[in-house]
């Protein structure tokens, strides 16, 4: 317990020496530099201790899968979810370890929980617990810097108050009100998807001409890799999970 302790102020005297020496030798601007870069992989090397080394990682007990990337201290698994098609890392992931409950890692090995049991996501989103768990703190200054503290930053007694407010404006009688906004960007979303469908019957295992997609020979908008593969003449396989955030968005 006593090296655990002593660890961190070695390793940030170390640090700290060797940050001030470069700043006179490099100059300020790469000195702040290397401050970021050293900080960071100190975090992500206190991390993959404090998991592997000295078990006091709060999820030690939760299973995880295998890092597949080199880079993993860096990028943590990120990679791996951001080059693979929507959830089929998490999908295998989920296999790999048997469970519905795991912990992957992210952007310089911190942990991310992910919960795909319904018991558990009914806990945490629960009325009686969703305040137990707030957004970490990190996503939060991310946000509010965009968005202000509104309901979708806020936590605890104020996001109750906000969202008091907020209510009447989501009763049944207002919903209804809006039903032909939600008509008519439905309808166009179905519009451009059909659009879509229309332009892969054309296609041709030679394309006369290449700077139009057609969803097969050459991909519609945010059609990944494997999509294209998996698609045929008329029948294109299409994520419509970006078209459904277009939508949404439009809608609101």
């Not at 995880?64 to 943590?76: A, V």
């Not at 911190?110 to 049991?117: H, T």
């Not at 001409?209 to 050459?218: E, F, I, L, T």
Request: glycine fraction near 6%; proline fraction near 7%.
């Amino acid at each position: 317990m006593t090296a655990y302790l002593t660890f961190p102020w070695r390793a940030t005297s170390l640090l700290g020496f060797f940050l001030s020496t470069s700043a006179m030798v490099l100059g300020p601007p790469l000195a702040i530099l290397l401050v970021i870069i050293g900080f960071l992989s100190y975090k992500s090397i206190g991390r993959m201790l404090a998991l592997h080394v000295f078990k006091t990682d709060p999820y030690v007990h939760l299973p995880r899968p295998k890092h597949s990337d080199r880079l993993f201290p860096i990028f943590g698994d990120l990679y791996t979810v951001f080059k693979s098609p929507p959830t089929v890392p998490l999908l295998r992931w989920a296999k790999e370890v048997n469970s519905s409950v795991y912990v992957y890692r992210g952007l310089f090995y911190s942990p991310r929980l992910l919960l795909a049991d319904s018991r558990a996501m009914l806990h945490v989103l629960s009325a009686a617990n969703s305040y137990s768990y707030p957004k970490p703190q990190g996503t939060r200054r991310a946000l509010k810097s965009i968005l202000g503290e509104g309901v979708l930053v806020a936590e605890g007694d104020t996001h109750k108050k906000q969202r008091k407010l907020l209510q009447p404006a989501f009763s049944i009688s207002a919903i209804r009100d809006l039903y032909p906004i939600f008509s008519h960007h439905s309808e166009a979303l179905a519009i451009k998807i059909g659009d879509m469908i229309d332009r892969s019957s054309n296609a041709s295992s030679k394309m006369k001409d290449q700077s139009k997609a057609d969803g097969v020979n050459k991909p519609f908008r945010h059609q990944n890799e494997l999509c294209l593969e998996k698609s045929v003449s008329g029948k294109p396989v299409i994520d419509v999970s970006p078209w459904l955030t277009k939508a949404t968005l439009d809608i609101v």
